[in-house]
């Protein structure tokens, strides 16, 4: 194998580079007497084919076959397929292929019963480990191979340590040793052109490499590798960026990509070298009407297609959760008000269970709820089924368009075998009859499968901007490459290692290393510095720390300082204009508003005397947070639910024994309720149950009898211009006594102290007075709260004079209410615990008055 050196050659470009490549091997080819039309020039990239083949044509006469190793061993002939427990390269797939495997494996099977997470990440590091033993028996020549096997097993034989990640290795090396197809790659060793020549940038290609050391025909190495460590004078203008946080680092690269633009670099290579930062990058670009071509892609599970996809599964496989079917039906139906409706619904009853949907009638968007509940029908049943089964009740569930219209939806279509049939006695075939799974299960290996595929979207034909990993920019006629995230802890890296493989075991077995990988990183930044100009830019801060810059430029520096010359890193120049902004002080928030609603709650009376911005923000624009359905019960639930109990036990309550009809009533409200999720509730009550019997037994005696509970009243207490507005509210509780006095009852779940506190100062009280005003504030009106949580027991608070309170309220009302239709403004008071928990601070913007 011969070596020619064709590096870096002052003031040459990258057009000048292939048009000396096209020489070099042309002369080569003349002295070795072989036929230009019958040699093959192998390229690391498929994207190097077109400017390689622009140089070739220049010269006139006969081309190379220009190809990559993987795109002309297809050429040469299909790529077998595997058959049932092959390596399928399909890493989903082969996961259920593993598991298969070690169904056999005791170690293997305790782990799966006393590990079920650990097993599947011991799946993923079997197939991951399988995969990249296949890889490297791929890339060696076929003579070669069995010998190969034979080293790495002495190896895992001498070195056992590892438990069972060695044993996971050993199940690894042995399933890639078993496959007897031949690799679509041993149609290279069989192939006889006139020569061999392969580009060497980025690193040695070990296929390559194998193919060139056979010597049966002449073989070429054109070596186009840079020493960065040498390189003391590159050929780009390099320029650097630093930025303090992560948005200027994408406005600062966006801004980078268009003054090469503006200055006429097209096409300019975006390295996705950082994809948060660059899909930042996009968006910007994006809103300037940037076309650019992306070619890295992203998972398919970022794609709108997988995303209502996910939504179905997770709707039919979640359990019945009524948030996952609300999901659902917004991403898959048309919007509509009935749909809104539904959703309000739910929210403001907590409806969690989808059953519970089932079993209502009159439901908004009924008939939609209905049919897509029996579309999902089949796939709802619990139990294990073929995976064949499962894929068949989902596409079925799609309908006959499946994903249309969706980005990404021939892709998923596609890599879950919706659209297409595998090939019959192949693994994908064997693992799709064979494999059992539950309804987890199938979800789990679903969002694998999309994690694992990827979405390229279409390319919009030579577009100004190219989003590229850094190795495929190499050697690529760019005008400029602009590379965010050039810092320590994104640039110079290297990838990782296996994840059941040490880097010396690594090193011994000829699988990649992390140092191969930091090296091949280096070489790619070097061919980076090809280009006219190279941008970095880089955040100087991650958080609290400080952050450096790559070592990739640290080195590039270095080499500089050796050679006696100054840093090769020029500041970059944002050409932005400046533009002078005056200081716009934050005031404190205020509107005036002229307009009531129809009704007031106690709540909003609250909010109006807390705040009276929020106040216009809750009541009068109706901005309010919706409430979730989250699966956990929350302490207000726990009220709701008892404020229930208690009616009801008040409301049926016959002679004989309190605690049982008490316990009676709390069954009959827990009708339709999750078990598991009231179950600390239940126990809450149990503890409530001897207190609530004790205290009410004690006001019995003392007169005190249950005389109505959970009443909606509503009155207009004001006169004038205000006689119209109605105040409503919903009382707990009403009791009477002997002497004919009504008593109006509160319960509460919180704290005796924080009601003691609250009533401490009667006119603060808004609750008890706005009550009163619902009842008329006639003199025969008391009124308490009923803390029913002191672990002392259940403990009456007065409240003192609550008529007085009340009528003191109305006049307060009355007069600031009459002010606010004379357009008095409502201001924000941003004072005390109103703004804790306000949704409306961030419209007053509270943080930033001045």
């Not at 060497?200 to 460590?229: E, K, S, Y």
């Not at 009124?783 to 109305?810: K, Q, W």
Request: hydrophobic residues 45%; negative net charge.
């Amino acid at each position: 194998m011969q070596v020619i050196n064709v590096g870096l050659a002052p003031g040459e470009d990258i057009d000048g580079f292939w048009r000396r490549v096209a020489a070099v091997s042309a002369d080569w080819l003349t002295v070795q007497d072989a036929p230009l039309r019958d040699a093959v020039l192998l390229l690391p990239f498929a994207q190097q084919l077109a400017p390689a083949r622009r140089a070739f044509l220049a010269r006139g006469g006969w081309l190379p076959v220009l190809s990559t190793t993987h795109s002309l061993a297809s050429g040469l002939g299909p790529t077998p397929l595997a058959a049932p427990q092959q390596i399928s390269g399909d890493a989903p797939v082969d996961a259920l292929a593993a598991d298969t495997l070690l169904a056999q494996q005791t170690w293997a099977q305790t782990l799966k019963r006393e590990d079920p997470r650990a097993y599947r990440l011991a799946l993923a590091r079997l197939v991951e480990t399988a995969h990249a033993f296949a890889r490297a028996a791929g890339q060696r020549d076929p003579a070669d191979r069995a010998a190969w096997f034979g080293a790495a097993r002495r190896h895992l034989i001498d070195d056992p340590i590892g438990g069972t990640e060695r044993a996971l290795t050993w199940v690894a090396l042995e399933w890639a040793a078993s496959d007897d197809r031949a690799p679509a790659t041993d149609a290279l060793f069989r192939h006889r052109p006139s020569a061999w020549i392969a580009l060497q940038a980025g690193g040695p290609d070990p296929l390559a490499q194998a193919l060139l050391t056979r010597g049966d025909v002449p073989t070429l190495l054109l070596n186009a590798d840079v020493d960065l460590d040498a390189l003391a004078e590159p050929t780009a203008h390099v320029e650097e960026a630093l930025c303090a946080d992560f948005e200027t680092l994408a406005q600062a690269s966006a801004v980078a990509v268009l003054q090469h633009l503006a200055a006429g670099r097209a096409p300019v290579a975006l390295i996705a070298q950082d994809r948060v930062v660059v899909r930042r990058v996009r968006a910007l670009l994006g809103r300037q009407g940037v076309p650019l071509h992306d070619e890295t892609g992203w998972t398919l599970a970022t794609t709108p297609a997988a995303s209502t996809l996910m939504a179905l599964l997770r709707a039919a496989l979640g359990g019945g959760a009524v948030d996952d079917w609300l999901a659902w039906l917004k991403l898959s139906a048309e919007p509509s008000a009935a749909l809104e409706a539904l959703e309000a619904l739910c929210r403001r009853k907590r409806i969690r269970r989808a059953e519970s949907l089932d079993a209502m009638d009159k439901l908004p968007a009924q008939a939609l709820w209905q049919s897509r509940r029996q579309a999902l029908a089949p796939l709802t049943s619990s139990g294990r089924r073929p995976l064949v089964q499962w894929l068949f009740e989902l596409k079925r569930a799609l309908g006959p368009e499946p994903l249309v219209g969706l980005e990404g939806g021939e892709g998923v279509l596609n890599a879950l075998w919706l659209s297409r049939n595998p090939w019959p006695g192949s693994a994908h075939e064997a693992v799709l009859s064979d494999a059992r799974l539950d309804g987890a299960g199938f979800l789990a290996w679903v969002g694998d499968v999309l994690e694992a595929g990827q979405f390229a979207p279409s390319d919009p034909g030579h577009a100004p901007v190219v989003i590229t990993p850094l190795v495929r920019a190499m050697l690529r006629p760019f005008g400029a490459l602009v590379l965010p995230g050039a810092d320590a802890d994104t640039l110079g890296r290297g990838g990782r290692s296996l994840s059941l493989l040490s880097d010396v075991d690594a090193a011994a077995l000829g699988l990649p290393t992390q140092a191969q990988q930091r090296e091949a990183e280096a070489q790619a930044f070097a061919q980076a510095l090809r280009v006219p100009i190279l941008t970095l830019l880089r955040c100087t801060r991650a958080g609290a720390e400080p952050l450096p810059a790559s070592p990739l430029i640290e080195r590039l520096a270095a080499a500089a300082r050796r050679a006696g010359r100054e840093s090769p890193l020029q500041p970059w120049v944002d050409e932005r204009q400046p533009q002078a902004i005056a200081p716009q002080p934050v005031v404190r928030a205020s509107v005036a508003a002229s307009l009531l609603p129809a009704a007031l709650s106690a709540s909003a009376v609250e909010s109006l005397r807390r705040c009276p911005y929020q106040f216009f923000s809750r009541h009068l624009l109706g901005l309010q947070d919706a409430d979730e359905l989250e699966a956990e019960v929350e302490k207000r639930d726990y009220g709701t639910w008892l404020h229930a109990v208690l009616h009801r036990f008040h409301t049926e309550r016959q002679p004989g024994d309190v605690t049982a009809q008490l316990r009676a009533a709390a069954k009959a409200e827990s009708v339709g309720l999750d078990e598991a999720d009231f179950l600390p509730w239940h126990a809450s009550f149990e503890r409530l149950l001897p207190r609530y019997v004790l205290w009410l037994g004690g006001a019995e005696l003392n007169g005190l009898a249950f005389a109505d509970g959970e009443l909606d009243r509503q009155c207009t207490p004001f006169d004038g211009a205000l006689e119209a507005l109605v105040l409503r509210g919903r009382i707990d509780r009403i009791d009477t006594t002997d002497e004919g006095q009504r008593v109006l009852l509160d319960y509460k779940t919180g704290s005796v102290a924080s009601l003691k506190s609250k009533v401490a100062e009667p006119f603060e009280d808004t609750q008890m007075a706005v009550y009163a005003l619902l009842m008329d504030a006639a003199p025969d009106l008391s009124a308490a709260y009923l803390a029913l949580d002191d672990p002392g027991g259940v403990v009456t608070v007065e409240h003192p004079d609550v008529v007085a309170t009340a009528e003191v309220l109305r006049e307060g009302l009355q007069t600031d209410l009459l002010l606010m239709l004379q357009g008095e403004p409502l201001a924000a008071l941003g004072e005390g615990s109103a703004c804790e928990h306000c949704e409306a601070r961030g419209l007053c913007r509270r943080d930033d008055w001045s």
